[in-house]
């Protein structure tokens, strides 16, 4: 049996497991058993894989696993990694781990909180599989729902409003990927083989250029919506806002990578020649965005709006450098998928926590939480010294590798608008210094703080486990960055099969 | 002709010994023992169903009015299988004091409808055709009238019989150009002559706003949100999900078929209509209270889908509209079963009873959200592999924006079908809905849907087999 | 004698038994008058089948035998209809096309 | 070639106790994480001391000049072909001379705050930051290339961030803090780009190769140009930004005063000796690319060092806190080194004002760290700031007194001590340079003279201020490193720096020229004997004198209102003016688009509803022109 298949069987066999549960205590005990297998499942993959190459395995994809499912349509179950895929499941793994720990507290209605919080998971795993196009979306599609139920029940605030605009702003999203996708599959074979929706397939043909100039937005639209793309990344405040914390860290740590994973993966991989025409309208708008989060989340008083437009920011950067369009932005970019996954979940967590105790998110009503908190102010900072771009955390490395693969673009016009966006760093520091400074530093402001607790076991579980991964690639970056760059390889080969030529 | 010929009609024959049947045991049943035809009439259809399955000889009756073959048999076992489950699902409301007098009526009607279609669908000419559409029209309208006492359901059959009046004598009237421009009646020889004339454009408008009706399009829908309003609950799903399923496939079949030659012109035709039908169906569910009513126009929505598929004017467009309409049936099935249980029980009919449904009946409110879900198109469930094809079919014609707007228009529905997840999940109620249990046929009713939910998208042998049957029709 | 009426005469007259079924349809309030212009209007369609089968295609029947069933079926469906207006009249008291509007929106 | 693997631990020695303490300190005495503090960083110096000496005598082959030795290097991210980041230790002059710098104030400060932090709660943390600090500064000072400087030269600005922030309860800490990471941070986006421009021209982080003058650095200047300036001209000034923020010049300097929020041990090893000298060190290490390939940015470099040397030197003399003083004099002095490396040439002779520079990052180290733990100690005695609050204290603290005493003398340029032989370098490398500069630099000399003056006066003689409880000397762990920093201080002017630390490695002769060193030390003279009248006794001298130039003191003495403009720069243009505005479009333009489609096909959800009447010949006539139309379109329009 191919390891993969365990990536869809184990949250499957979890979801059945809690059905058999009656009450919190079994049901999460049930969930954090699943996800740890799954999670040391995602660790022993990355072993599987680096010894496969090691061992000179030099297929693009490895574990190739392929069964027909509708030979008609000639629509595959088909799956595989390479160091890209691999990465990101290792984060989704590390991602829901996490997520299960910080919900050890859901009183209300816990199993199907669980169950809807693992078919999500399950929709990001089989997404990141997927080499089918059409289980592709069948998974993106499966992991988008959930959200709604787990806003909608379990979120607070404008809860309904939240999860309906979320939802379906995702799903307007994928109504311009399903045309994409659609568009792609007709014209994957154009010299008579059967169509396919074989990414690996459709690689190797070219879909006529026209074709392109018409899909390519739909698809890299669809993919920019879930990657909250500017002008499109409104539900994504509201939406993490209203979520309950293991929903916040999932959504913004794993599903909105989905975005970006896709729009490299399907959108520029498959149409490169449109790609590279249309790429500076696109750059224009994640420039923006990445901006534009920056400067919104330096006046928001709500913690988890912060960190929403943070992640616009952050993720802005990831399709930014995904148009780079060559090797080391690239790279960048999924490092930054990584590293923004991580970082935003611990941040979330910990948002969570301290929510979970002093019931408000407005920074304005706390103050000198890290006396009482010390733990969780120390995690805090961490999570934000790593947000704003600090060497020996994860995001420096991204954000780094961004920067310097971008800048080395042939094109003016892609180099002064990478300075733009290197800007945001410096916005960056100014709203992460503002919540730290507001919300864990100076004297306490409300007497209440003064006998909070400080993290459970439970809580640091979930915390150290994100700590540890954001500081392992921060200072150990060359393994992760060698494991992209070997699967980017031939993707970028592809690309610059193509010729570039400058805008200005 | 002989005996054995006569047999290939077999699910038409079955079917009128069954209603005869009822009739007989009807007759001869003391009042207070009416409730046993229910059990007798149950086990009956689902020897039908099972015997319906049998393979069979393709061939022709009646000097080419009636033909059958491997793909219409599937149709034909499709519908089976909803009015089964329909069946099941109406015995709780059957057993209630006000039916009791009147429970074979329901069944007889019910199988003399699915007669028409079955005729309707293995037609081979227009007069065969005609007959069956009407066969299958009239006792419904009748039906729609079931509960005397209600002035909604007179209204509603009132609704139903005039307006289908009005639209088979339009359809009728095309008919009778068609005839008066080819010559026959026979689907074969109309398709070898049918040109592109204008009043063989006007006739198959005509002819094609007949069908409109029946398949409740837009503009030709408007009866179908008061009727299914109206018309007991029971009688609503088998209006929704066998009447039109019954209606999408012979459509599918005459324009695939007999109209094909007019193809360029219906296309355009169409992708008017399908847009319209989709938003204005989605709109107007948008601000519904009343599930049925609800139900009724996201009814109206998922018909513009199909056209979708007839749009597609190929092998994969003909499988997708038979595979999307078998999950459809499935998916509605699976709605309108818990609306029945519910309204049934307790008599509540609108969305705000149903809020906080999930505390006190989980298990109906989960297979609410899987059947909303199915119909909306999301996966792991049917519905999502239904709408992927039907949009894939339009895609592969090249009807991209179509494509687009059509999803645009799933997402609009499922903005209205998570309001219903929402009242039942989401929203507190000081006071839900009692606990109740069903009884077993409902609950059999139920789960069967349930299940087909989920097994007609993951296996997908079904898909491969419409395909294999499609393909065969059309080459 | 028949030979000297062109087919027209037979078509124009259906054609405005057509419409002038269809608009008493739109018409009339009285629900027994709608029922009749559905019978106007399929009666037309009788006249062309008819005088198809006459014309054009002589060596046939089929526009007859069509004839025939159309004006069987209408007899059965103005027999639901007219039993389904009884049932209006009990309900309503009426049996004015205007009054059944109970269910709208 | 000598092998220098092992010079990796001096780094990596502090990173260690810096995990250990962070992770373990809570549970151990603080007196333990105190003494683990300073006997780590105690080897590091060490090692600093046997690698200098090895680097400079042992293992050096007299008469060839200083190369730069890769004692270690790895690959830590490759990024493109040709450009990739390794962490490793670079060897040369500069390095080696700023290693002892680093590790013996860091182990000075370290000694010395185990008395000053006594009984703090956080001591652990102080310790494990403290080392933190260190790690980060050394990693930055041996840097092989100017990726890795860049990632260290983050570290220590977070480093500064936590340490400056140390007292997280007080509001005014928490925003010296926060104010002081975003401006080097806003410095470091100048840096970046420079290192992105610079990489992309050349293809390289290395600095040997950078740095080669036959390497394609100094070729790529002759490249593009834009606005009359090549790109590598450009590149080198945006490095420089960086520099300049991190060194507080003008007009990033705003963030140094507030840093004295800090506890005063940090403020001497970060805002006085060490970090803010990065930015000098910085230029430094890329100067033959400055020198030979981007004259025009060294221009830059001078002058911003000139003007933010003056405008410091201004301000110190009305500042009243005495931590504030030390610091504008910190940016005074960091400005004479600016100005040094702006005018110097590269090579030889020409290469004076780096030697220079150098020389008086070297002494300025010593007697600056000497002058703020003296500080530390006065105010460890009577716990305040504030110079009102002082006087006549050379009694109760002898000691501190003498020591700091000597560290005004060196300050001021009084030979024989250390400073005067750097300074007296400074100045002869201006004046063959720019003679305006060079003017400069003498009304700076006796400014600096005057105020480190009436600050000493301040403190120690003045006014008998009467105290609460009487002051008394630190204990001895506080005294020692005084005593060691002001023999540094004495005697540091002693080392052949024209020998050792040159532009191009190789040494060149020296002398005092008397023709300019004779009249800065009487400039000096002038401003101790002015500071001497004004303020040995308490009189009413200074306040005429401030009345007398009753604008330009108060403008100084509000620090010429650059901490205004700045509040107006954030709070009102980026808080006010961009980022309300675009979270306000956000969510009224943006999402209300969103929420407007929405309520559009409410809208249009309600305005149809009349289709459905409920009266069954509307809908016939629906039916009816529904067809008709289809027919009118399809027959007649298509």
């Known amino acids: 049996m191919n390891i993969l298949n365990f990536f869809i069987i184990i949250p499957l066999l979890t979801v059945g497991g809690i059905l058999l549960t009656k009450d ?128 909608g029940i ?140 920056a400067f919104s989340a330096i006046v928001q008083k709500d913690l988890k709006y912060i960190n929403a437009y943070s992640s616009v920011s952050h993720c802005g950067l990831v399709l930014f450098a995904v148009l780079m369009m060559n090797q080391t932005a690239m790279n960048g970019a999924i490092i930054q998928m990584i590293s923004h996954g991580l970082m935003t979940a611990l941040f979330f967590a910990l948002i969570g926590m301290i929510y979970g105790r002093t019931h408000t998110r407005m920074i304005n009503e706390m103050g000198g939480l890290m006396k009482v908190i010390p733990f969780l102010g120390v995690v805090y900072v961490i999570a934000g010294l790593a947000s704003l771009g600090l060497p020996g955390f994860s995001g420096f490395v991204a954000e780094m590798t961004i920067f310097v693969g971008a800048f080395q673009h042939v094109d003016v016009f892609h180099r002064v608008i990478t300075i733009i966006a290197a800007s945001s760093i410096v916005i960056t520091a100014v709203y992460i210094l503002r919540v730290v400074g507001i919300l864990l530093l100076g004297p306490i402001k409300n007497d209440h703080f003064l006998h909070l607790d400080d993290a459970k076991w439970y809580e640091r579980i979930s915390t150290i486990t994100l700590v540890l991964a954001i500081t392992a690639i921060g200072t150990a970056p060359w393994w992760l960055s060698n494991m992209i760059n070997y699967s980017l390889a031939p993707i970028v080969e592809r690309l610059s099969a193509i010729q570039i030529t400058g805008l200005f | 002709m002989n005996f054995s010929d006569i047999l290939i009609m077999r699910h038409e024959l079955m079917l009128t010994v069954l209603a005869l049947v009822v009739l007989i045991i009807d007759l001869n049943l003391h009042n207070r023992d009416k409730h046993l035809i229910i059990p007798i009439t149950l086990a009956l259809f689902f020897i039908h169903t099972v015997v319906g399955f049998m393979p069979s000889q393709p061939g022709i009756l009646f000097g080419g009015m009636y033909r059958t073959n491997a793909l219409l048999l599937m149709m034909k076992n499709i519908l089976n299988v909803g009015v089964l489950i329909i069946l099941l699902q109406s015995v709780t409301w059957l057993k209630k004091e006000e039916n009791r007098e009147k429970i074979s009526e329901y069944f007889i009607l019910l199988f003399t409808t699915l007669i028409g279609m079955n005729f ?97 399009l837009v503009p030709f829908h408007l009866w179908t949100a008061d009727v299914y309003e109206g018309a007991p609950i029971n009688v609503t799903s088998y209006l929704s ?12 079949i005459l324009m695939f078929t007999v109209f094909n030659t007019i193809a360029p012109i219906y296309n355009h035709m169409l992708y008017l209509i399908a847009v319209l039908t989709m938003t204005i169906g989605n709109l107007f569910a948008l601000r519904q209270k009343n599930m049925k009513r609800f139900l009724a126009f996201s009814s109206i929505a998922q018909a513009g889908f199909i056209l979708l598929g007839i749009l597609g004017g190929n092998t994969m467009g003909m499988t997708s509209v038979i595979y999307f309409v078998l999950v459809y049936i499935f998916s509605n099935l699976g709605a309108f079963g818990v609306v029945s249980a519910i309204s049934t029980v307790t008599g509540k009919e609108t969305m705000d009873d149903y809020d906080g449904l999930y505390s006190t009946n989980p298990k109906l409110s989960l297979l609410m959200m899987l059947s909303l879900f199915s119909l909306a198109g999301i996966p792991p469930v049917a519905g999502f592999f239904g709408k992927f094809f039907l949009f894939a079919s339009a895609a592969s014609a090249g009807y991209y924006w179509l494509v687009f707007i059509a999803v645009l228009n799933a997402t609009i529905s499922l903005y209205y079908y998570l309001l219903v997840v929402k009242a039942m999940f989401i929203n507190k109620n000081e006071k839900p809905l009692a606990y109740f249990k069903s009884d077993l046929a409902t609950r059999t009713g139920l789960v069967l849907s349930g299940l087909g939910i989920f097994v007609l998208g993951f296996w997908s042998q079904i898909y491969e087999i419409i395909n294999s049957l499609s393909f065969g029709i059309l080459h | 004698m028949i030979q000297n009426i062109p087919l027209s005469y037979f078509l124009v007259i259906s054609t405005m038994m057509f419409f002038i079924g269809i608009y008493g349809f739109l018409t009339r309030r009285n629900l027994i008058t709608m029922l009749m212009s559905v019978e106007l209007i399929l009666n037309s369609v009788n006249i062309n089948f008819v005088a198809f089968n006459r014309y054009l295609y002589p060596q046939q029947l089929q526009g007859h035998f069509f004839m025939l069933i159309v004006i069987a079926v209408a007899a059965a469906e103005a027999a639901v209809a007219i039993a389904i207006i009884i049932n209006i009249y009990r309900n309503f008291k009426s049996i004015d096309v205007e009054n059944v509007d109970e269910m709208k929106y | ?336 080194m600016m100005l040094a490396l702006g005018v110097s040439g590269y090579g ?291």
């Open chain 1, 24 to 151: 919190l205590k079994q049901s999460r005990l049930v969930s954090a058993i699943g996800m740890g297998a799954q999670l040391i499942l995602a660790f022993v993959l990355v072993y599987l894989y680096l010894s496969e190459r090691s061992a000179g395995n030099t297929e693009p994809m490895l574990f190739m696993f392929d069964v027909v499912w509708f030979p008609s349509l000639n629509i595959h179950y088909a799956i595989g990694v390479d160091g890209i895929s691999v990465a990101m499941i290792a984060l989704t793994g590390l991602v829901v781990f996490a997520g299960i720990f910080a919900s050890w507290k859901m009183e209300y209605l816990p199993r199907e909180f669980f169950i809807s919080l693992i078919i999500l998971a399950t929709g990001v795993f089989g997404f990141f599989i997927s080499i089918d196009l059409f289980t592709m979306f069948l998974f993106y599609e499966l992991a988008v729902i959930p959200m709604y139920i787990l806003i």
């Open chain 1, 154 to 293: 379990w979120g607070s605030g404008p809860k309904e409003y939240s999860a309906m605009k979320l939802t379906l702003m995702l799903m307007a999203g994928s109504a311009l990927l399903l045309v994409g996708l659609l568009g792609i599959y007709f014209f994957s074979a154009p010299d008579g083989n059967p169509l396919t929706f074989n990414i690996m397939e459709i690689s190797k043909v070219v879909i006529p250029i026209e074709i392109q100039r018409f899909l390519f937005p739909f698809t890299f639209i669809g993919f920019g919506i879930l990657g909250a793309l500017f002008p499109f990344h409104t539900w994504s405040p509201d939406g993490h806002a209203s979520a309950p914390t293991a929903v916040s860290m999932l959504h913004a740590g794993v599903l909105m990578k989905l975005g970006g994973y896709g729009a490299f993966r399907v959108a520029i991989f498959l149409m490169p020649e449109a790609a590279h025409e249309q790429a500076w309208i696109f750059l224009i708008l994640t420039s923006i965005s990445v901006v534009y989060g």
């Open chain 2, 120 to 216: 309707m669908i293995s037609s081979g000419d227009f007069l065969m055709f005609y007959l069956g559409l009407e066969l299958a029209t009239i006792p419904i309208a009748a039906l729609a009238a079931y509960t005397h006492h209600q002035t909604k359901s007179a209204e509603a059959g009132i609704k139903l019989i005039l307006s289908s009046a009005l639209s088979s004598g339009i359809l009728l009237f095309g008919i009778s150009l068609i005839y008066g421009a080819t010559g026959s009646i026979y689907f074969d020889s109309v398709m070898q002559h049918y040109a592109n004339t204008p009043m063989q454009v006007l006739a198959f408008i005509f002819f094609f706003t007949g069908m409109a009706f029946k398949l409740s």
């Open chain 2, 241 to 252: 999900v066998i009447s039109k399923g019954a209606a999408a496939f012979i459509l599918i």
């Open chain 4, 1 to 336: 070639m000598a092998d220098y693997t092992y010079t990796i631990l001096i780094p990596l020695i502090p990173l260690f106790v810096f995990l250990f303490l962070g992770l373990l300190g809570h549970k151990m005495k603080p007196f333990v994480t105190g003494l683990i503090g300073s006997t780590g960083l105690g080897i590091s110096a060490i090692l600093s001391y046997a690698t200098a000496y090895r680097y400079f005598i042992g293992a050096h082959v007299a008469g060839t000049g200083y190369t730069s030795i890769k004692g270690f290097e790895v690959v830590w991210l490759h990024l493109t072909e040709k450009l990739t980041i390794h962490l490793g230790v670079l060897l040369d002059p500069i390095s080696v001379m700023m290693l002892v710098v680093v590790t013996t104030v860091s182990w000075m400060v370290h000694i010395y705050s185990i008395g000053y932090m006594k009984g703090d709660p956080g001591f652990y943390r102080f310790f494990s930051f403290l080392s933190l600090f260190s790690f980060s500064m050394l990693g930055l000072v041996l840097a092989t290339n100017i990726f890795q400087m860049y990632i260290f030269w983050e570290l220590v600005g977070v480093s500064s961030f936590l340490l400056i922030g140390y007292y997280y309860e007080k509001p005014s800490a928490v925003a010296a803090s926060k104010k002081a990471f975003i401006v080097t941070r806003f410095a470091d986006l100048g840096f970046l780009i420079g290192i992105l421009m610079l990489s992309f021209n050349t293809g390289t982080f290395d600095f040997q190769t950078l740095t080669d003058p036959h390497g394609p650095a100094i070729a790529s200047a002759g490249g593009a140009a834009f606005m009359g300036m090549s790109v590598l001209t450009w590149s080198l000034i945006f490095i420089f930004v960086g520099g300049a923020g991190k060194s507080a010049m003008f007009p990033f300097h705003i963030w140094l005063p507030d840093a004295m929020e800090g506890p005063t041990p940090v403020s001497a090893l970060i805002h006085a000796a060490t970090m803010v000298v990065a930015g000098v060190y910085l230029v430094a290490r890329l100067f033959p690319v400055y020198a030979l390939g981007a004259p025009d940015a060294l221009m830059v470099v001078a002058w911003v060092g000139g003007f933010s040397s003056i405008l410091a030197a201004v301000i110190a003399c009305t500042q009243t806190d005495i931590k504030r003083v030390l610091a504008f004099s910190t940016m005074s002095q960091i400005g004479y």
């Open chain 4, 348 to 638: 030889g002779e020409e290469g004076l004002g780096f030697m220079a520079s150098n020389f008086h990052l070297f002494t300025h180290a010593m007697f600056k760290a000497l002058l703020f733990l003296g500080a530390g100690a006065v105010i460890h005695a009577v716990h305040s700031n504030e110079i009102s609050g002082m006087g006549n204290l050379r009694k109760h603290l002898p000691i501190t007194h003498i020591t700091f005493l000597i560290a005004c003398l060196t300050i001021a340029g009084i030979p024989p001590f250390s400073a005067f032989f750097s300074k007296d370098e400074i100045l002869v490398a201006a004046f063959h340079s720019n003679k305006l500069l060079f003017a400069i630099e003498y009304i700076v000399a006796g400014l600096t003279a005057f105020y480190m003056f009436r600050l000493y006066y301040g403190i120690f003689w003045g006014k008998n201020t009467h105290y609460h409880h009487t002051p008394h000397e630190a204990p001895k762990v506080m005294t020692i490193p005084l005593m060691v920093l002001a023999f540094g201080s004495v005697f540091a002017g002693f080392i052949p720096f024209h020998n050792l630390v040159t532009s191009d490695g190789k040494g060149f002769e020296s002398h005092i020229d008397w023709m300019i060193a004779g009249p800065s030390v009487l400039i000096g003279v002038l401003g101790i004997v002015i500071a001497t009248v004004m303020y040995k006794k308490e009189n009413a001298l200074p306040n005429k004198v401030a009345g007398t130039f009753k604008h330009l003191y108060k403008w100084a003495h509000h620090k010429f209102y650059w901490d205004e403009v700045y509040l107006f720069v954030t709070r009102k243009i980026i808080f006010r003016y961009i980022s309300e505005p675009i979270a306000w479009f956000d969510r009224h333009v943006v999402d209300g688009t969103m929420n407007g489609i929405a309520g559009i096909i409410q809208y249009a959800a309600y305005a149809i509803k009349g289709l459905q009447s409920g009266r069954l010949q509307q809908y016939a006539f629906v039916f009816v022109s529904g067809a008709v139309v289809l027919v009118l379109i399809f027959i007649y329009l298509v």
